[in-house]
């Protein structure tokens, strides 16, 4: 790639960034449950992984000795608003389950570093390197672009991404255009942008504030 190249995908990322990054939100709550909110809020919205989250903390409790000791259908039915419960509620228990022996309890996932942290979770089954990399950087501080689905469609719509890009090419690309310390303000501003903008189906590329240096708008709007 050419320089000239890198600096419209670096401008096009930096607009980004700056139109629509809306905040970092609250994230109250130990590091097990905001672990327990990642599972939680997987392919659905926030106002559902809410609902989920606060059914799970009113009736269960969420801390790995309420998961473990609670009934696996009361888990399956606060996690129900949420969506793929089926799926959800086994990966919380494995987690509960690997916190309680391998750790001695959540209390020890806040004093470990960044790095034992991010090699316990990526240990356990259904927890993938996007969870890990969400927890990292909300929980941990690290500087680094955890990449879901909006990220991945738009840094591929972008040109920054190549379609055959996995998970950690993709990051290292964006990781490449952003400066220390905006790294998880570009992904929150991306994934705003993704649900906004870029939609999956039908991106409204017309009032897209990077159009006219976007190599796939033309794909979208042939005419235009
Ligand atoms: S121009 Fe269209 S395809 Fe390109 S980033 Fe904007 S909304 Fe997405």
Redesign the pocket.
Known sequence: MTDAESDIQRL?VET?TEKFYAGRGRRRGTHFETLVGIIISQNTNDKNTLKAITQLRRRVGIDPDSILSAPKEEIINCLRPAGLYNVKAPRIIELARRVKEELGGSREIEKMSEEEVSKFLSKIKGIGPKTVDVFMAFSKGADIVPVDTHVSR?SK??GIADEKDDYFKIRKKLENLLPTGKRLEAHLAIIN?GRR???ARR???P?????RY????K???PLK
Do not use: A, D, G, Q
């Open positions: 096009m980004i738009v719509r972008l942008f903008i870029c939609i991106p409204k590329c009032i897209c504030p990077v159009e976007c190599p796939s708008k794909l979208f709007y």
